[in-house]
């Protein structure tokens, strides 16, 4: 480690001293400038009241970001557990999230929105930046968030020429390729194809096969079209496809806790499989004072999950699910131009979601098998205005007051087959009655900017639709009732030492009843059954702050840190009349989430090897983490250490890399069912190295 700190001051080659001056110097910070595409209305991080993390191109590709997984910690207060595969994709920000189900937690790709959860985990590649917004988002966006939005932006042809190749070595039998092209079709007109293949042969290994268990192979495309018939109009269409094959799953049972860690050991070969589609055609046109925008999207999964249930050596329980997903929306967007004495925006929205599944499970001990179809239609429309008015009484001062009416129809269509050796019962065919639900969110705040800094603070309500549950033997578990909060939060972004330091600062207060809450599913009897469901806990707060301080050059090198505390917990919540977990932890919610980032750029005089050199140290640390309702088991405080170094010559790029360089052992996520705790460990060390190049 004190190697590594030394390289970041001096670097020796091949007995040839190589003189290097720091020619990166990141310019003065000023927030005026930095535009927030996720804003909808391109307003200035300053004039902006809430609390936004931005990372852009470069650091993504320093600290190796490739799917949502990799942003835990990298926003304070930002959790996403490495579940053992991509069906189940869960995001926590602030506390507020869920395990299955509909996220809480509202993802855009290129104006696409996501609302399948198994979508939520894909590879990232030409990648441009991405944008956290915390906090209900429900007066901007088209699709109601609870948590927050997480808003991803390729790069465009408009904005982008050249190609770009890299290859990736690494260790577990890590390789990848991507390739993304970016041209021209005449003056007004370019076009975009990139593709990315990810191969991995497993960190973990299933003793009982003495195979790795976690193998995966990836590959996506996607294709960007742009085009500007005139000055004031903009037509884009991007389309995407990504198909992953991946093994699973790395869970082993936990026999005594102080055991841990513990085996993987089963013996029925599972595995996920996935193609996703998504197409958004984006239509924009800027009048004098105003700008429109349509956006119509479609998104496609098929998906299979084979998977051992029971995780042991015996044959108890095998579940195959598949599944066919269809989600079209629409998507209208009138806006005043940025900076103008009043911003407003009004829209519309509209959504159809189509879910088919099929799911068998086999039941050895009984020699029966459940066979269960569902047919599930969700349909919503929504009428959303936000208006901030600057300048208000005095300079600086601005009131930002939105609404949004929000309605959603829920239709389930179910049957259920119950097979005892050759005899085949039919248990039930229903159509179940809509679920509909009508809220009006409302949402106001204030923000003062002066100088180069600016303060806010902003109440908003959270809402997130209920709907019928996609397991269940029970009828009182057929379904879960919409959860619905109050946010405070109160803020500052501040410009300090002349422009040298950003500081970011947030407290934030939630107040949540019916918080939707991760159970395993049960059986008539009340003993436990395969798979999980919703239910509703009474009323939950999560508390806490966030801190984000980033400076220019010190001493040549560019720190980034970063920390968020959040105390979540039910204030009521009567699992049965018997059991009562008020006062526990919410699970899943780390306590705390630290990043600490360092980075330093050289030019080389004195040698024509080389251009440049660059540097990163990436610490991150999370933790306390409690994984169920009783709190009964938990991940302490842990800490990761990754590392980076960049050496570049004229569009030549070699990188290596390094992650988890102390070697931590810690669970990455932890469930129960059937009776049984399991639990899987995170990622162990690993190093590589990419070869990139750009012309």
Not at 130 to 143: A, D
Not at 150 to 163: A, E, F, K, M, Q
Not at 574 to 594: L, Q, W
């Amino acid at each position: 480690m004190l190697f590594i700190l030394s390289t970041l001051f001096s670097i020796t080659y091949a007995q040839q001293v190589i003189i290097l001056r720091d020619s990166t110097e990141v310019p003065e910070l000023q927030l005026e400038e930095i535009r927030v595409q996720a804003s909808k209305s391109n307003l200035s991080l300053k004039k902006m009241p809430a609390s936004v993390t931005l990372l852009s191109a470069r650091r993504i590709n320093e600290n190796e970001v490739q799917s949502l997984t990799d942003l835990t910690s990298l926003t304070p207060g930002f959790f996403m557990p490495d579940y053992g595969s991509r069906l189940t994709s869960p995001v926590y920000i602030r506390g507020i999230g869920s395990r299955i189900n509909s996220p809480s937690v509202g993802l855009y790709v290129d104006n696409v929105p996501y609302y399948e959860k198994a979508s939520y985990n894909f590879d990232f590649f030409d990648i441009e930046r991405i944008e956290i917004l915390k906090g209900p988002q429900g007066t901007l966006y088209g699709r109601n968030a609870m948590g927050g939005i997480i808003n991803i932006v390729t790069s465009s042809p408009l904005d982008t020429r050249g190609t770009r190749l890299g290859i990736t070595a690494g260790a577990f039998g890590k390789y990848e390729a991507t390739a993304g092209h970016h041209g021209a079709i005449g003056e007004n007109a370019g076009y975009s194809l990139s593709a990315s293949y990810r191969h991995l042969d497993g960190y973990h290994t299933n003793n009982y096969t003495g195979r790795q268990v976690d193998r995966s192979n990836s590959a996506g495309m996607r294709n960007r079209l742009a085009w500007r018939p005139t000055v004031n109009l903009k037509i884009e269409n991007i389309a995407s496809f990504e198909l992953s094959r991946e093994g699973g799953y790395p869970y082993a049972m936990i026999t005594n806790p102080a055991d841990l860690p513990v085996e993987i050991n089963y013996n029925q070969p599972s595995g996920y499989e996935r193609s996703i589609f998504s197409d958004a055609l984006i239509v924009q046109y800027e009048g004098r004072g105003f700008e429109l925008q349509s956006t119509t999207a479609y998104q496609y999964l098929d998906d299979l999950q084979e998977i051992d249930q029971d995780f042991t050596p015996d044959s108890a329980y095998f579940v195959v699910q598949d599944q066919v997903h269809h989600m079209v929306s629409q998507e209208w967007i009138a806006r005043s131009k940025a900076d103008s004495r009043i911003n407003w925006l009004f829209g519309a929205y509209g959504f159809y979601q189509d879910l088919d599944k099929q799911v068998d499970v086999d039941v050895y001990a009984s020699n029966m098998r459940l066979t269960k179809i569902y047919e599930n239609s969700v349909m919503g429309a929504a009428l959303f205005h936000q208006s901030t008015f600057n300048d208000l009484i005095v300079d600086g001062l601005s009131l930002t007051a939105g609404i949004r009416f929000d309605a959603e129809q829920d239709i389930l269509d179910y049957h259920y087959d119950r097979a005892v050796g050759e005899n085949v019962s039919n248990i039930t065919d229903t159509i179940y009655p809509y679920l509909r639900y009508i809220e009006i969110l409302p949402k106001i705040a204030l923000n003062y900017a002066v100088g180069n800094s600016s303060f806010y603070g902003v109440i908003a309500k959270g809402y997130k639709t209920g709907g019928f549950n996609s397991t269940f033997y029970r009828d009182e578990d057929l379904f879960y009732l919409p959860e619905q909060s109050w946010n405070y939060e109160i803020g500052t972004k501040m410009a300090l030492f002349n422009n040298h330091v950003y500081a970011d600062i947030s407290l934030f207060y939630i107040d949540w009843v019916n918080q939707q809450i991760y159970q395993p599913a049960m059986f008539p009897d009340g003993s436990l059954a395969p798979g999980s469901n919703l239910k509703n806990a009474g009323r939950s707060v999560s508390k806490g702050g966030e801190l984000t301080i980033k400076t220019t050059k010190v001493s040549g090198i560019s720190p980034v840190f970063s920390y968020g505390y959040t105390h979540a917990i039910f204030t009521e919540h009567m699992a049965d009349a018997e059991t009562d977990y008020s006062g526990n932890f919410i699970p899943y919610i780390p306590k705390h989430t630290v990043t600490l980032q360092l980075g330093r750029s050289f030019r080389t005089d004195g040698t024509d090897m080389l251009d440049r050199i660059r540097l990163n140290v990436l610490y991150r640390g999370q933790g306390e983490i409690w994984w169920n309702e009783e709190n009964t088991f938990r991940t302490d405080y842990y800490n990761l250490l990754d590392l980076k170094a960049s050496f570049e010559k004229a569009g030549f790029s070699l990188e290596f890399w390094g992650k988890n360089l102390l070697g931590t052992n810690y669970e990455s996520f932890y469930f129960q069912a059937i009776g049984n705790e399991y639990v899987q460990l995170g990622k162990p060390f690993r190093f590589g190295l990419n070869l990139n190049y750009e012309f």
